[in-house]
């Protein structure tokens, strides 16, 4: 059997028969081991049913084993399935170099090994079913689309830092513990839909669920899997999130309902879950919760007045104290320390720490923090016995014993103005250090490589030592020049920045 399909098989064959023949179709290759064969599934002919059912014979043994294979579109073909005929890859891979067409079927991946979803041109998925053993995945090397749904039998898609887009009509079923989505490399799954008065509306069936008297017209609703982390890249979150991105986004006195799996708990106890809110980009303020059930695996919260990233979280999970602004100033013979917090999460206490070399630091005071609170709030304190060019740092205890620190600064007694930055390069925040002897509004703007502008903001200054936060996070990786003015236009600096 294997003389003869091969021998049906071949290219000179091939080309002779469809591309110059009547009904013919694009020759497409499937790469395994050293092997590369040519075939085509939509010929009507004796000879070339042999020669597929020959393939099909051929690859289930190659597949009974964890060998793994690869089905590879080369670049200029095309693989097309007619009609509704399941196609099934075990242990196989699918690389789309060429036009990848499903046309109204199913793709079905098998086997007790993971699978790769790559190549350089788009994969769009009528149906899409996972279906492994051995906690075995899909693993997304590309993005994909799914037309209808994915459904899961058995095993994983990781989406490893890709989306996939269901569209306006895909969703998913059979999701549950042990066959779900999964993707802490990051990626999304994205769905938009229409929500007019939604009752306890679960879209696409990704596990958010809405209620609400109001229109919120069109909606796009993202999932991800990556515990969130606060501003300074600390704290956690159980593995699920959602961005929500409602047309009208006002007025909704909503309810929200998160659903999920004990595999994305991420070491919290379902008992201690709340919800989080992130309208910032790094900011998070603690919702609270109206309900939550671990038997079912779900928090809800009523209420909500607008939609935004949401996550759910410990208590204590993602940001305790958020610094935004630090100072230290000379008031005759004392130094008079302020900061700002933009919200705080089970906060017990400040320490004022000061150092006369930034290395050893002892406690020059103390203050009672908010516990909690999601508003800016101010606090001060003044050392009667500075020493001159002294360095300061606020280190905040959390009611669970952790402790966070400000950035350094130092105060400005005798010290002529002087402007620092720091990580350089960033990852995701930069800090700017201005010491100024007077009281101005500072205007920081970021340009890119080409002179466009790409971030502005202001913050007032005050005599003293000045720390002020600038979030490069959203920003593509490159050089970036960032230019500080302060001292009323009078004070102007320019500083390369490298975005990682």
């Given at each position: 059997?294997?003389?003869?399909f091969l021998?049906?098989?071949?290219r000179?064959?091939?080309v ?6 009547p ?6 290759k ?22 597929a ?13 964890t060998?793994?294979?690869?089905l ?6 095309q ?9 099934t ?10 036009s990848?067409?499903e046309g109204?079927?199913i ?5 007790n090994?993971?699978s790769?979803?790559g190549g350089s ?12 053993v051995?906690n075995?995945?899909v693993?997304l090397?590309?993005p ?9 039998t ?5 989406l ?5 887009d ?5 969703y998913?079923?059979?999701?549950r ?8 490399n ?5 769905f938009?839909t229409?929500?007019?008065?939604p009752?306890a509306?679960?879209p ?7 209620t609400?008297s109001?229109?919120?017209g ?5 999932r991800?899997h ?5 501003g ?18 006002t ?5 929200l309902r ?13 008992n201690?879950?709340v919800?989080f ?9 603690n919702?609270g ?8 695996g ?6 909500i ?25 000379c008031?005759?013979g ?9 919200q705080?999460?089970?906060?017990h206490h400040?320490n ?11 406690v020059?005071?103390?203050?009672p ?7 800016e709030?101010?606090?001060?304190f ?8 002294s ?5 905040e ?12 600064f130092?105060?400005?007694?005798n ?15 930069v800090?700017?250090?201005?010491v100024?002897?007077s009281?101005?509004q500072?205007v920081?703007?970021l ?9 502005i ?5 005050l ?5 002020l ?32």
């Amino acid at each position: 059997m294997k003389a003869t399909f091969l021998q049906y098989c071949t290219r000179d064959y091939l080309v002779k028969h469809f591309f110059y023949g009547p009904g013919r179709s694009t020759l497409i290759k499937l790469h395994w081991r050293r092997t590369l064969l040519h075939f085509n599934f939509t010929e009507q002919n004796t000879r070339f049913l042999m020669c597929a059912l020959g393939i099909a014979l051929l690859l289930t043994l190659l597949s009974a084993g964890t060998v793994s294979a690869q089905l590879v579109i080369t670049p200029g073909a095309q693989f097309s399935v007619v009609g509704n005929m399941p196609l099934t890859l075990q242990n196989n891979d699918l690389i789309n170099n060429g036009s990848f067409s499903e046309g109204n079927s199913i793709t079905n991946f098998t086997g007790n090994a993971s699978s790769l979803i790559g190549g350089s041109q788009p994969v769009q998925f009528y149906e899409l079913e996972i279906n492994k053993v051995n906690n075995s995945s899909v693993v997304l090397q590309r993005p994909v689309s799914i037309m209808h749904r994915i459904l899961f039998t058995g095993g994983f898609l990781n989406l490893n830092g890709f989306n996939t887009d269901l569209g306006t009509a895909g969703y998913l079923e059979g999701e549950r513990n042990n066959s779900r989505i999964t993707g802490v490399n990051g990626g999304q799954v994205i769905f938009s839909t229409f929500l007019n008065a939604p009752a306890a509306q679960n879209p696409a069936n990704l596990g958010a669920v809405f209620t609400s008297s109001q229109n919120l017209g069109n909606v796009i609703i993202k999932r991800g899997h990556q515990s969130q982390v606060n501003g300074t890249s600390t704290g956690s979150s159980i593995l699920r999130y959602y961005d929500i991105s409602p047309s009208n986004n006002t007025g909704l006195n909503a309810t929200l309902r998160i659903n999920y799996f004990e595999g994305e708990l991420n070491g919290f106890d379902g008992n201690t879950l709340v919800f989080f809110k992130n309208d910032t980009g790094t900011n998070w303020s603690n919702e609270g919760f109206t309900t939550r059930n671990t038997n079912t695996g779900f928090v809800e919260k009523t209420g909500i007045s607008s939609f935004a990233r949401f996550t759910i979280s410990g208590a204590s999970g993602v940001l305790p104290v958020r610094f935004l602004l630090v100072n230290a100033k000379c008031e005759g013979g004392k130094v008079a320390v302020t900061w700002k917090t933009a919200q705080e999460q089970i906060s017990h206490h400040f320490n004022i720490e000061k150092s006369a070399d930034g290395i050893r630091w002892a406690v020059a005071g103390n203050t009672p923090a908010a516990g909690n609170s999601s508003n800016e709030k101010s606090y001060s304190f003044t050392d009667n016995n500075p020493a001159q060019g002294s360095f300061y740092r606020i280190a905040e205890y959390g009611q669970n014993g952790s402790v966070q620190f400000s950035g350094i600064f130092r105060s400005s007694c005798n010290i002529p103005m002087v402007i620092n930055l720091w990580p350089n390069p960033v990852h995701e925040m930069v800090f700017v250090n201005i010491v100024t002897g007077s009281q101005s509004q500072a205007v920081i703007k970021l340009f890119d490589s080409k002179g466009a502008l790409m971030k502005i903001q202001s913050a007032p200054v005050l005599p003293g030592s000045n720390q002020l936060g600038i979030d490069v996070k959203p920003m593509a990786s490159g050089v970036y020049s960032l230019q500080i003015e302060w001292n009323n236009g009078q004070m102007k600096k320019t500083v390369q920045v490298i975005k990682q």
